[in-house]
């Protein structure tokens, strides 16, 4: 996945711990994106940035938020994990809104 | 409300037996389909960018059509290494750089 990197690859963390997911880019684009992917539902969009400092929220937000204070990194945080916030995390870049490259992905467990 | 389904939900082929993947969608306005192919462990992996009713795009062994209903996949005589999650997913004119995706077809081919 040349240009971006998702840190860390696997984690495990304890129900009600704030957990922070972090997607590095090299590529200088402008959209970047968390997206979740659980069986039978595919990929589910967290939140997305379409700039520095410019972010919203995608279909499933709730228990999630975001920072970018760089164009390279795009911070995802849990502010209180849950067991239903277990799940793959995977993050993209685009440079102009469409034609994804995604990262590797992050196995998040929660217990 | 804006839905993708994909069909079947897993697929297996012999070496050489070909056959089709389907991704039918629901929404507001169509501004572009996209197609992936996930590897186990992956994320997922760009194929391509369908925009208009008839279009037509090809990369080896895969085919991908457009109609103003759904999307085929084509795998013409497929081999053991095209097997994957094949994923698709729409861009809708009111919902610009983010996508939404089908759960996505997992297709083994055996040799």
């Known amino acids: 996945d040349a240009g971006i990197t998702q840190s860390p690859r696997h984690k495990v963390t304890e129900t009600g711990t704030p957990v922070t997911l972090r997607c590095h880019q090299t590529?200088?684009?402008?959209?970047m994106y968390w997206y979740r992917q659980d069986p039978g539902h595919g990929l589910r969009l967290i939140h997305y940035?379409?700039?520095?400092?410019?972010?919203d929220k995608g279909e499933v937000s709730d228990g999630y938020s975001v920072s970018r204070s760089k164009t390279e990194d795009f911070l995802l945080t849990l502010e209180s994990a849950t067991s239903s916030q277990t799940s793959v995390y995977f993050c993209?870049?685009?440079?102009?809104?469409?034609?994804?490259?995604f990262g590797s992905g992050t196995r998040l467990t929660v217990v | 409300e804006d839905q993708v389904t994909q069909s079947p939900e897993a697929l297996r082929l012999q070496e050489g037996e070909s056959s089709s993947l389907n991704c039918s969608y629901t929404?507001?306005?169509?501004?572009?389909l996209f197609w992936y192919r996930q590897d186990p462990g992956k994320g997922p992996e760009f194929l391509f960018t369908?925009?208009?009713a008839g279009e037509e795009k090809e990369k080896e062994r895969l085919k991908a059509t457009l109609t103003k209903k759904e999307s085929f996949l084509h795998i013409t005589a497929p081999k053991p290494e095209d097997s994957a999650t094949y994923l698709c997913a729409v861009m809708t004119t009111d919902s610009w750089g983010k996508l939404q995706f089908g759960a996505g077809t997992q297709v083994v081919v055996t040799p």
């Open positions: 940035s379409y700039g520095v400092k410019d972010t």
């Open positions: 929404v507001s306005g169509l501004r572009g």
């Open positions: 369908l925009y208009s």
């Open positions: 590529e200088n684009h402008r959209y």
């Open positions: 993209a870049i685009s440079a102009k809104g469409y034609g994804y490259t």
